[in-house]
């Protein structure tokens, strides 16, 4: 009876082995899912965040537009400086955001990084040079969100 005994032991240390390996191969995979969850959302909660700021860069470049067509004169005027401070207030919010602009006037064409919308023939300059920045480019935590439209020197 010994003999039986000890071989339904090593049975029973056998499956008992069995189930903890594969209760702990199942819990690795249960974190590796949970891991993987996290990053996903993480993903979707970052392209939910460019599309909306997609949507509010048109408004920041009204803003911008019209603060270059501002005369001097109305610079100074208090209500003039309060429609600033709110581009300013949406300027803040999106580089909170990850959003940074792209440099553009003086620098060198990148078609990464901007689009040409015109070419400019000037001999004094060189050729490829940025002169001027028709719409402002941004990126967002390191990628392209939107081009720069330029005009630069052919």
């Known amino acids: 009876m010994s003999e039986d005994l000890k071989k339904k032991l090593e049975e029973c240390e056998k ?7 594969g209760w702990q191969r199942e819990r690795a995979d249960f974190l590796n899912y949970k891991k993987e969850e996290m990053e996903r959302i993480a993903g979707l909660v970052v392209y939910a965040n460019e ?12 803003f911008n537009v019209a603060e270059k067509k501002l005369p001097e004169n109305l610079k100074k005027d208090e209500h003039i400086k309060g429609l600033l401070q709110i581009k300013n207030q949406i300027q803040d919010l999106l580089k ?14 990148d078609p990464n990084l901007h689009e040409v919308v015109e ?23 390191g990628h392209l969100l939107r081009p720069a439209k330029v005009k630069v020197i052919k």
Do not use: C, H, R, W
């Open 51 to 62: 599309g909306m700021i997609l949507k509010i860069l048109p408004i920041l470049d009204n």
């Open 15 to 21: 499956k008992a082995a069995e189930y903890l390996a």
């Open 119 to 141: 070419e400019v023939e000037m001999k004094d300059k060189e050729p490829g040079t940025i002169i001027e920045e028709i719409q402002k480019g941004y990126k967002i935590n």
């Open 96 to 109: 909170n955001q990850g959003l940074e602009e792209i440099k553009s006037l003086g620098e060198k064409f």
